[in-house]
């Protein structure tokens, strides 16, 4: 590259010069702002030891009951019928077992007493004594219970009855039960939702026919309170499936609560918390082998650390994994693309008081893929690949102050992505490119959290994303550089008149994202330096039969910036006539939706099901320019219908079976002159139709060791349209088996099959030479467990 065009390429990737608020650095300024919430928060540290941390929303007294014997680990009885008890409000914070009950009781008419380690609620009024003394019952029925189930999907705890959207959750245990690996195979198991694990830490998601190729997410991600959006790019980082809390999938336009590209839904992987009270480990090894490829292996650990008890806790996991190869050469070469894995995380809980609490998160993962991703032709052979190296890690500091009925949050966090790949883009063009992309933000969120008619949020929200891009194609360079400065105030508010059946939920949020960008290529020069705005509203309107049973109507809107041409595609396009916007506006759209949630059968079969309609405006889609390049530009949008369905049942304690069904009709509205894109065509990486089902059951082979079995089965439809060209995927159905051995001691030993059918085909749309992300091929391992 010569002397002068290297000079501007650095020019082009050096930060532009920082007004007096950005002249310090982002941590500085955050510093100072974690400096102000110390002040505000040091009244609280001389507050009671805590003990426990609990998050239970107002709701049933006999739900509240439930959560609370799971969240404090402690047996619970009951006297009398607590099911005519009033609601029990909210209890949040850390705090001693006692304090949680006399909070939870309050009002009821209801006392506990301790005694042998068991808790037992009863009437406060003395029983007759000519009349027998009722039994204290087990709340904790013999068969499983899914009713009390607690989300913070709208960033404030509440029931998953009362959230008044389409809600998929996946807790910790049912995803190790099943043998999950990582967050796209929790998504495959998803109503609603599609994914595609494209290898190389590469992962595509779909929410409701809501996906694109480029541009800013279209979905929102979030690893805890850290947000992987806003950053240019519709893809998330590969995150393994161990040690996690729960995996949370809202669906529907999040634009009010979660902001841009909170399209279709979001994410939010949630992962374990440090436990203040007691020392814990587990450690996991395994081996695998993959028929027609090599063999492959994992390590997993995990330590909790009571630093100081009830205090200061830490808890540490780390992972490494070899993924096996088995993707060939057509000269010859040999499962070319095995993955080495790595991911570590740390998060240190501080407890000032039972109502100051603060934890320091790290995050880290590495993937090396020397022979690219999971792309092949039929015959599993491919020419086209690029070895790939992608580092992520996120720090962020969550800190959390309980006010009466309500919370105060400050989140802080940075991210930074590192990709580099290197290889052939196509069998006759070479490519060598670079991303970095940097994501800091910081939000400040205020909440309620009581029984009253009135339930609120309201916060404000800054976040500065910063993606630089370096790629050479057959020699030729391209080089761009995008910042994106966002600020938002957000609210929604619910409503709920005393003794009605009826609520309503309204909220609204005003964004504005400052966009500076610049794109540099061989023969042509981009900028865009633009401010966009947008008001993002939602309503909803819940009818509630009973405690069990909900009904409602939603309506919400979601947005994503505009963007800047790529400048290689720009290049490209010059040379063939082809002329490009140098620019393209932002793309939303409007989703309606009515739904029915329903838990019955004594709390053991949880059913929800919704229907959904959503226009989306100035989709922007790929244009072909030629064998190599592909350009932008927005079209006149697409219409999704669609229907799902989720059901989960748990006959007995041992036994639990879910299913899931969604149909989709997700295409464009007009012609898109330029491309192969007509009206009707289905909208990229969509399938019309999904399935699901897990079984899980145990049975007991002696005092102390139970036989597990787990299964699982994901069908897709053939995804019909691809990147810009092509032939259209095949119909994938992957089944999944595992069989295991556990004993109270704290051992347990697997053996698993994945891809039992040996699934071959297309994942998604194949490219003109044939190429297309693929299943890997059946495969069989053993795993070892210990935990103490």
Same mark, same amino acid.
């Given at each position: 590259?010569?002397?002068?065009?290297?000079?501007?390429?650095?020019?082009?990737?050096?930060?532009?010069?920082?007004?007096?608020?950005?002249?310090?650095?982002?941590?500085?300024?955050?510093?100072?702002?974690?400096?102000?919430?110390?002040? %505000?928060?040091?009244?609280?540290?001389?507050?009671?030891?805590?003990?426990?941390?609990?998050?239970?929303?107002?709701?049933?007294?006999?739900?509240?009951?439930?959560?609370?014997?799971?969240?404090?680990?402690?047996?619970?009885?009951?006297?009398?019928?607590?099911?005519?008890?009033?609601?029990?409000?909210?209890?949040?914070?850390?705090?001693?077992?006692?304090?949680?009950?006399?909070?939870?009781?309050?009002?009821?008419?209801?006392?506990?007493?301790?005694?042998?380690?068991?808790?037992?609620?009863?009437?406060?009024?003395?029983?007759?004594?000519?009349?027998?003394?009722?039994?204290?019952?087990?709340?904790?029925?013999?068969?499983?219970?899914?009713?009390?189930?607690?989300?913070?999907?709208?960033?404030?705890?509440?029931?998953?009855?009362?959230?008044?959207?389409?809600?998929?959750?996946?807790?910790?245990?049912?995803?190790?039960?099943?043998?999950?690996?990582?967050?796209?195979?929790?998504?495959?198991?998803?109503?609603?939702?599609?994914?595609?694990?494209?290898?190389?830490?590469?992962?595509?998601?779909?929410?409701?026919?809501?996906?694109?190729?480029?541009?800013?997410?279209?979905?929102?991600?979030?690893?805890?309170?850290?947000?992987?959006?806003?950053?240019?790019?519709?893809?998330?980082?590969?995150?393994?499936?161990?040690?996690?809390?729960?995996?949370?999938?809202?669906?529907?336009?999040?634009?009010?609560?979660?902001?841009?590209?909170?399209?279709?839904?979001?994410?939010?992987?949630?992962?374990?918390?440090?436990?203040?009270?007691?020392?814990?480990?587990?450690?996991?090894?395994?081996?695998?082998?993959?028929?027609?490829?090599?063999?492959?292996?994992?390590?997993?650990?995990?330590?909790?650390?009571?630093?100081?008890?009830?205090?200061?806790?830490?808890?540490?996991?780390?992972?490494?994994?070899?993924?096996?190869?088995?993707?060939?050469?057509?000269?010859?070469?040999?499962?070319?693309?095995?993955?080495?894995?790595?991911?570590?995380?740390?998060?240190?809980?501080?407890?000032?008081?039972?109502?100051?609490?603060?934890?320091?998160?790290?995050?880290?993962?590495?993937?090396?893929?020397?022979?690219?991703?999971?792309?092949?032709?039929?015959?599993?052979?491919?020419?086209?690949?690029?070895?790939?190296?992608?580092?992520?890690?996120?720090?962020?500091?969550?800190?959390?102050?309980?006010?009466?009925?309500?919370?105060?949050?400050?989140?802080?966090?940075?991210?930074?992505?590192?990709?580099?790949?290197?290889?052939?883009?196509?069998?006759?063009?070479?490519?060598?490119?670079?991303?970095?992309?940097?994501?800091?933000?910081?939000?400040?969120?205020?909440?309620?959290?009581?029984?009253?008619?009135?339930?609120?949020?309201?916060?404000?929200?800054?976040?500065?994303?910063?993606?630089?891009?370096?790629?050479?194609?057959?020699?030729?360079?391209?080089?761009?550089?995008?910042?994106?400065?966002?600020?938002?105030?957000?609210?929604?508010?619910?409503?709920?008149?005393?003794?009605?059946?009826?609520?309503?939920?309204?909220?609204?949020?005003? %964004?504005?994202?400052?966009?500076?960008?610049?794109?540099?290529?061989?023969?042509?020069?981009?900028?865009?330096?633009?401010?966009?705005?947008?008001?993002?509203?939602?309503?909803?309107?819940?009818?509630?039969?009973?405690?069990?049973?909900?009904?409602?109507?939603?309506?919400?809107?979601?947005?994503?910036?505009?963007?800047?041409?790529?400048?290689?595609?720009?290049?490209?396009?010059?040379?063939?006539?082809?002329?490009?916007?140098?620019?393209?506006?932002?793309?939303?759209?409007?989703?309606?939706?009515?739904?029915?949630?329903?838990?019955?059968?004594?709390?053991?079969?949880?059913?929800?099901?919704?229907? %959904?309609?959503?226009?989306?405006?100035?989709?922007?889609?790929?244009?072909?320019?030629?064998?190599?390049?592909?350009?932008?530009?927005?079209?006149?949008?697409?219409?999704?219908?669609?229907?799902?369905?989720?059901?989960?049942?748990?006959?007995?304690?041992?036994?639990?079976?879910?299913?899931?069904?969604?149909?989709?009709?997700?295409?464009?509205?007009?012609?898109?002159?330029?491309?192969?894109?007509?009206?009707?065509?289905?909208?990229?990486?969509?399938?019309?139709?999904?399935?699901?089902?897990?079984?899980?059951?145990?049975?007991?082979?002696?005092?102390?060791?139970?036989?597990?079995?787990?299964?699982?089965?994901?069908?897709?439809?053939?995804?019909?349209?691809?990147?810009?060209?092509?032939?259209?995927?095949?119909?994938?159905?992957?089944?999944?088996?595992?069989?295991?051995?556990?004993?109270?001691?704290?051992?347990?030993?697997?053996?698993?099959?994945?891809?039992?059918?040996?699934?071959?085909?297309?994942?998604?749309?194949?490219?003109?030479?044939?190429?297309?992300?693929?299943?890997?091929?059946?495969?069989?391992?053993?795993?070892?467990?210990?935990? %103490?």
């Amino acid at each position: 590259m010569p002397a002068a065009v290297a000079a501007t390429v650095r020019h082009c990737m050096r930060p532009p010069a920082p007004a007096w608020w950005t002249e310090l650095s982002g941590w500085r300024r955050r510093g100072g702002l974690a400096l102000l919430w110390l002040g %505000f928060c040091l009244s609280a540290w001389a507050a009671p030891s805590p003990r426990v941390a609990f998050r239970i929303p107002a709701q049933p007294l006999d739900e509240a009951l439930l959560s609370f014997s799971q969240q404090a680990g402690l047996p619970l009885a009951a006297v009398g019928d607590l099911g005519g008890a009033r609601r029990s409000p909210g209890v949040s914070g850390v705090m001693t077992v006692e304090a949680a009950l006399e909070r939870l009781l309050e009002g009821s008419g209801y006392a506990f007493s301790v005694e042998g380690g068991v808790i037992t609620v009863s009437p406060r009024a003395p029983v007759r004594a000519e009349q027998p003394a009722p039994q204290p019952i087990a709340l904790v029925a013999p068969t499983r219970t899914l009713a009390p189930l607690v989300v913070s999907a709208r960033k404030r705890d509440e029931r998953w009855m009362d959230v008044p959207m389409g809600l998929s959750v996946h807790e910790g245990e049912r995803i190790e039960a099943l043998g999950l690996q990582n967050a796209t195979d929790v998504l495959r198991l998803t109503p609603g939702v599609a994914a595609v694990d494209a290898g190389a830490a590469f992962t595509q998601v779909q929410i409701r026919g809501i996906s694109s190729s480029l541009g800013g997410n279209d979905n929102g991600y979030y690893l805890d309170d850290i947000p992987f959006t806003g950053v240019t790019v519709p893809w998330h980082p590969d995150t393994r499936a161990f040690d996690l809390e729960r995996v949370e999938v809202l669906k529907g336009p999040q634009g009010t609560l979660f902001g841009e590209g909170s399209m279709g839904g979001t994410v939010r992987i949630l992962t374990r918390a440090p436990e203040l009270d007691r020392f814990s480990a587990a450690v996991q090894m395994g081996a695998s082998s993959t028929e027609g490829g090599a063999d492959g292996g994992m390590g997993k650990a995990m330590a909790n650390l009571p630093l100081v008890p009830d205090r200061l806790g830490l808890r540490l996991v780390a992972t490494r994994e070899t993924l096996a190869g088995w993707v060939d050469t057509p000269d010859g070469g040999r499962d070319i693309n095995p993955q080495r894995v790595t991911t570590r995380r740390a998060r240190l809980r501080w407890s000032a008081s039972d109502t100051w609490m603060t934890d320091f998160s790290h995050i880290g993962s590495t993937t090396l893929a020397d022979g690219g991703g999971y792309a092949a032709t039929d015959v599993l052979q491919t020419n086209a690949y690029q070895d790939t190296r992608s580092r992520w890690r996120a720090n962020s500091i969550n800190s959390s102050l309980e006010l009466p009925a309500s919370r105060l949050l400050l989140v802080v966090s940075d991210a930074r992505l590192e990709y580099v790949i290197d290889g052939m883009l196509t069998p006759t063009s070479t490519l060598l490119g670079t991303l970095d992309i940097d994501v800091d933000s910081t939000e400040l969120r205020w909440s309620s959290h009581g029984a009253g008619p009135l339930e609120w949020i309201v916060g404000y929200s800054h976040r500065e994303a910063l993606r630089r891009d370096a790629l050479f194609v057959d020699g030729e360079y391209a080089v761009a550089r995008q910042s994106n400065r966002a600020d938002a105030l957000f609210g929604e508010l619910t409503l709920t008149p005393r003794d009605s059946a009826w609520s309503t939920t309204a909220g609204l949020r005003y %964004f504005t994202d400052e966009v500076n960008g610049t794109a540099l290529s061989s023969t042509r020069d981009t900028r865009l330096r633009s401010t966009f705005h947008r008001l993002t509203p939602r309503m909803s309107v819940n009818r509630r039969f009973s405690d069990q049973r909900t009904v409602y109507a939603s309506v919400a809107g979601g947005f994503r910036s505009g963007q800047l041409q790529p400048a290689d595609s720009q290049a490209a396009a010059l040379a063939a006539g082809i002329t490009l916007p140098s620019t393209l506006p932002p793309d939303s759209l409007v989703s309606y939706e009515i739904g029915l949630k329903q838990i019955t059968a004594g709390g053991r079969l949880l059913v929800q099901g919704a229907a %959904f309609h959503t226009r989306w405006h100035d989709l922007p889609v790929r244009v072909p320019i030629d064998g190599t390049h592909n350009g932008l530009i927005n079209s006149n949008g697409a219409i999704v219908r669609g229907m799902e369905l989720g059901l989960s049942y748990a006959p007995a304690a041992q036994l639990r079976l879910e299913l899931g069904a969604t149909w989709l009709d997700a295409h464009y509205a007009a012609d898109v002159p330029g491309t192969p894109l007509r009206r009707g065509t289905q909208i990229y990486n969509v399938p019309r139709t999904s399935l699901s089902g897990t079984a899980t059951y145990a049975w007991p082979v002696g005092p102390d060791m139970n036989l597990t079995a787990a299964s699982r089965a994901s069908y897709h439809s053939r995804r019909q349209t691809g990147l810009v060209e092509g032939d259209e995927g095949d119909a994938i159905l992957d089944l999944g088996l595992r069989l295991g051995l556990e004993s109270a001691r704290g051992w347990s030993s697997y053996l698993y099959a994945d891809n039992l059918l040996d699934e071959q085909g297309a994942v998604d749309g194949r490219a003109p030479y044939g190429n297309a992300t693929r299943l890997r091929p059946r495969s069989y391992g053993m795993e070892l467990h210990y935990r %103490f």
